[in-house]
């Protein structure tokens, strides 16, 4: 999953209109590599932009990668070892969904330091 969205992040870049959801890609597949004590959280100056964004997102790509993720879970849960990465996949969901006007933060810094 981590090799598509560089690669669509590669083709959003070279098309300069859509260099921001290209680095929402690089920024969601470094995510991908390794989700484990890291959470998203919205960010505080994203304005209409970032919906707007979000909207073209959902409907030419977030809908199939948030499938692709619920595919890619479903075989890791049969194992005892792709437990973990299967609940990984599924945190992935929301994110492919809509990743404009998120950042990808340590988990203890998304409530402000607070566990």
Known sequence: MA???AIAG????VLIVTIPFGIASFRIAGFILWPFGRTTVERPDAGAASCVGNVIWFVFAG??????HLATSIPLFLSIIGIPFGWANLKMI????MPLGREVV???QAFGGRY
Not at 10 to 13: A, D, F, L, V, Y
Not at 63 to 68: G, V
Not at 94 to 97: E, R
């Open 3 to 5: 090799i598509g969205y």
């Open 10 to 13: 590669i083709i959003c870049c």
């Open 63 to 68: 809908w199939w990668l948030a499938l692709a």
């Open 94 to 97: 929301p994110i492919s969904l």
């Open 106 to 108: 340590p988990s203890d």
